[in-house]
């Protein structure tokens, strides 16, 4: 029997979107395979990587003290883990 | 005539007159300049008798260290006739002369225990060295001695893993067969195209530029008309093309909300987040007939003879982890 190993590779990263009404930004989760040649995989006209989910934005901080920050930090934290494990969850079965 | 001769206006056409003469010098009509002093000497290329001596103000140390550049913005825009005016200067010269000399001469050779010097002092500025792989290649290249060449590298391949994707036998494409897309992609991997060469028939047909002739052109042909044989003319083809599946094996996105969470007290809405399924993205990828020919699925190892294997930091096949998997999955089969 022939076993596949086919590695993914996620990545994400902040992305402008717009200045027009306030600063947009969004961090989507791309996927891509490793079994795909980093020469062609780096290249963006071969479209070889692909959106899987646009991370939820999170609030701003504006004119808040030092404890409620640091409380604002954790839940953020906490979100992008559990939406980061919902997202990977599939890979766990 | 001489009377004639002695005014300036015709003296200065006489001088006009014998430049036009080959035979004849810039230098036999112009009476060398006094470079005695310190301060430079201008001399005017032509019209010298018409033109006042511009008085010689320039300072010895100029802020650029260009003279021709000094002296061009030294004059104002009035004085347009003054414009080819160069600097001859001796002081000027030598100066520019020695660095020419300095920039042309040759490196000084960098001894290893100089090397270690330089390093230990990285701190100062007069030990750094902007370039020292330069160097360095120049003494070997002076010595002589060129270094065996690198035994190639041997690409050992793990036998029992996944073949390449190219070597999938590609079924025949039936049309009844429409229901089931990842049927018919697990049967061909070119779906909805017949084989892998059709495939390659219409993508080289796309990418030029005139489409609709290459193709009529080409299925004329009686060779073309007998490997494909589905295709009459173009209109064939652009219904295939466009009856390819777009996002169908991608996945829609679909909508989640996280129920027990919250931003804060003052954001009570619910957090929403759009996603899709990555296994099915993951084979969405796999299975785009462009990337067939550069996928790997085989773990590979790079080694020259006894030194241990080498990696390609960009190839994940290549790495130690993918090869220890499927001996780790072996095993446990």
Known sequence: MVNTLVPLIFMSDGTHLSNFAGDKKEWPVYITIGNLSWKLRKMPTTHSVVMVAPLPIQIKHRNIVQEPLDEQRETHQEVLNEVLWRVLNPLSI | ?333
């Open chain 2, 1 to 333: 005539m001489q009377c004639f001769c002695n005014s300036w206006r015709v003296r200065n056409l006489l001088v006009m007159v014998l430049r036009l003469n080959e035979s004849l010098k810039y230098h036999e009509l112009i009476p060398t300049p006094d470079c005695s002093g310190a301060a430079p000497t201008l001399v005017p290329f032509y019209s010298e008798y018409s033109t006042p001596r511009v008085a010689s103000t320039m300072p010895e140390m100029t802020p650029l260290g260009c003279p021709q550049f000094s002296c061009l913005k030294k004059f104002t825009p009035d004085s347009w006739r003054l414009k080819h005016i160069k600097l001859h200067h001796p002081e000027h010269l030598q100066v520019a002369y020695q660095k020419n000399l300095t920039a042309r001469s040759m490196r000084r050779p960098v001894e290893p225990a100089q090397r270690c010097q330089s390093n230990s002092t990285k701190d100062s500025v007069d030990n750094l060295d902007p370039c020292p792989n330069l160097e360095l290649v120049e003494n070997i290249a002076d010595l002589g001695a060129k270094p065996p060449p690198p035994l190639l590298p041997r690409t050992k391949s793990y036998p029992r893993a996944g073949a390449l994707v190219s070597d999938f036998i590609a079924e025949p494409w039936n049309r009844d067969a429409q229901g089931c897309l990842q049927t018919n992609l697990h049967n061909n991997l070119y779906y909805p195209f017949a084989t892998g060469e059709e495939y390659k028939y219409i993508q080289c047909g796309i990418k030029k530029k005139g489409m609709k002739t290459y193709y009529d052109n080409v299925l004329k042909e009686e060779n073309t008309g007998f490997h494909f044989p589905r295709f009459k003319n173009r209109v064939g083809v652009q219904k295939l093309v466009a009856s390819i599946p777009e996002d169908q094996a991608l996945g829609e996105w679909e909508l989640h909300t996280l129920e027990d969470m919250i931003w804060n007290d003052n954001h009570q809405r619910p957090i929403n987040y759009f996603s899709r399924d990555i296994i099915r993205s993951m084979r969405w990828l796999r299975r785009q007939q462009a990337y067939t020919e550069h996928l790997m699925y085989a773990p590979q190892r790079f080694s020259n003879g006894n030194t241990p294997p080498k990696h390609s930091y960009t190839e994940m096949h290549t790495a130690d982890s993918c090869w220890e998997t499927h001996v780790r999955r072996d095993c446990r089969v």
